[in-house]
């Protein structure tokens, strides 16, 4: 395991550029860990301006393929729970690299410190989360890289490059939000398939997954009051201009609700 820079980057932005060229997923995950660290105890004080690059160095495998190539994942076998991990696991990897893309992205949009908060705690749960399913994917045999996966979620983050706004309703509010509502029933069938420790986990990813889709809902309402839009119908009208998939129930309204999601955002966009 080769050592981190001795030295910390001048910027936030620097920083985020050195986790997005760094192609070793547990290296991704060290360097998130010191430079959320570093933002957190006022050690890295500037965002900066540094752009990202417009994709994330990754490791040589998994083999990324369209989603509809990827094998489905059937929870009664080992092999197939550690499929799903694995999946999960790519997702994950995929989240450290959005949340540091959004924080150096945008940072010409004059935001406020606190949205550099978000995003910076936000990188390190979704590192705490990778960590957490490679652990789970050792000790059911298999590792990281091991299984193909897809290429949708940054595929997402390359539509979205050139508006905070679509961004945030793609991101956050499409895709992370989806994984509220999937959680529930993965966390009952793996249970029902004799895996509570895959379960423990998912459950954990779950509930502090809640707060990200929160960081999304407020700034993309912060943008909308800065433009003098109507957030609810600008997030429909974003979502079906930018996204590409479809909005399907059901819906963890609950979840929503504690993300500060109202219904009346995404309920149209399922009619």
């Known amino acids: 395991m080769t050592a981190l820079p001795s030295t910390l980057p001048p910027t936030l932005a620097d920083a985020a550029?050195?986790?997005?060229?760094?192609?070793?997923?547990?290296?991704?995950?060290?360097?998130?860990?010191?430079?959320?660290?570093?933002?957190?105890?006022?050690?890295?004080?500037?965002v900066g301006e540094t752009p990202p690059p417009d994709?994330?160095?990754?490791?040589?495998?998994?083999?990324?393929?369209?989603?509809r190539d990827?094998?489905?994942?059937?929870?009664?076998?080992?092999?197939?729970?550690?499929?799903?991990?694995h999946a999960i696991a790519h997702i994950e990897l995929n989240a450290i690299d959005l949340a540091w893309d959004i924080a150096a992205r945008f940072t010409g949009e004059g935001l406020p410190t606190a949205f550099f908060d978000d995003?910076?705690?936000v990188a390190r749960d979704e590192a705490e989360h990778f960590d957490m399913l490679c652990r789970r994917l050792g000790q059911l045999g298999a590792?990281?890289?091991?299984?193909?996966?897809?290429?949708?979620?940054?595929q997402a983050a390359a539509d979205t490059a050139d508006d905070l706004l679509a961004r945030l309703a793609v991101v956050p509010m499409v895709l992370e939000a989806r994984g509220l509502d999937t959680t529930p029933d993965a966390v009952r069938r793996l249970i029902d398939a004799g895996d509570p420790e895959t379960a423990a986990i998912l459950e954990k990813i779950g509930t502090e997954e809640i707060p990200h889709v929160a960081a999304g809902v407020?700034?993309?309402?912060?943008?909308?009051?800065?433009?003098?839009?109507?957030?609810?119908?600008?997030?429909?009208a974003t979502v079906r201009r930018r996204f590409q998939g479809q909005?399907?129930?059901?819906?963890?309204?609950?979840?929503?609700?504690?993300?500060?999601?109202?219904?009346?955002?995404?309920?149209?966009?399922?009619?």
């Open 17 to 46: 550029r050195t986790v997005l060229t760094t192609a070793d997923a547990a290296r991704k995950v060290r360097l998130t860990r010191r430079y959320t660290d570093a933002w957190a105890e006022g050690e890295i004080t500037n």
């Open 55 to 67: 994709r994330p160095a990754r490791p040589a495998e998994p083999d990324l393929s369209a989603p």
């Open 70 to 85: 990827v094998p489905r994942r059937r929870l009664g076998s080992v092999q197939g729970r550690a499929a799903f991990v």
């Open 119 to 121: 995003w910076c705690a």
């Open 143 to 154: 590792a990281y890289g091991d299984m193909p996966a897809h290429d949708g979620l940054w």
């Open 218 to 236: 407020r700034w993309f309402n912060f943008i909308c009051a800065r433009r003098g839009l109507d957030p609810a119908a600008t997030f429909q």
């Open 247 to 271: 909005i399907k129930p059901p819906f963890n309204d609950d979840a929503r609700r504690q993300a500060d999601f109202p219904p009346e955002y995404y309920r149209p966009l399922a009619a």
